[in-house]
């Protein structure tokens, strides 16, 4: 039974620790986008396009007048649900 839980516990962590960086990864493109970083640098690339493909269902969600609300509001919100949703699956994996 131990080696269950111990199972259960690690895989929680796993998707604890997935969803954490998903967000990691769309709070990082928020910032690199207010700060205007340099967008033909490998980093900035590479980080954006990880960021439009995790947020592709929020992203345009919002028509703000403003295109760094936007950026915030749909990257944001993606961020959040994997968040919340990745938390609540590891909570609920390591409770079985």
Same mark, same amino acid.
């Given at each position: 039974? &131990? ?19 998903? #967000? ?17 640098? &490998?980093?900035?690339? /590479?980080?954006?396009? #990880?960021? =439009?493909?995790? =947020?592709?269902? &929020?992203?345009?969600? /919002? ?9 915030? #509001?749909?990257?944001?919100? =993606?961020?959040?649900?994997?968040? /919340? ?5 590891? &909570? ?5």
């Amino acid at each position: 039974m &131990s080696r269950y839980r111990t199972g259960a516990n690690q895989a929680g962590t796993v998707v604890a620790i997935v969803a954490d960086v998903m #967000a990691f990864i769309l709070g990082l493109w928020i910032l690199m986008y207010l700060l205007d970083a340099n967008r033909a640098n &490998s980093l900035v690339q /590479f980080v954006h396009d #990880a960021a =439009a493909w995790l =947020a592709g269902w &929020s992203h345009d969600l /919002f028509t703000f007048d403003e295109a760094w609300a936007r950026v915030v #509001a749909g990257y944001g919100l =993606a961020a959040v649900v994997y968040l /919340f949703v990745g938390h609540a699956i590891a &909570s609920r994996m390591q409770r079985h």
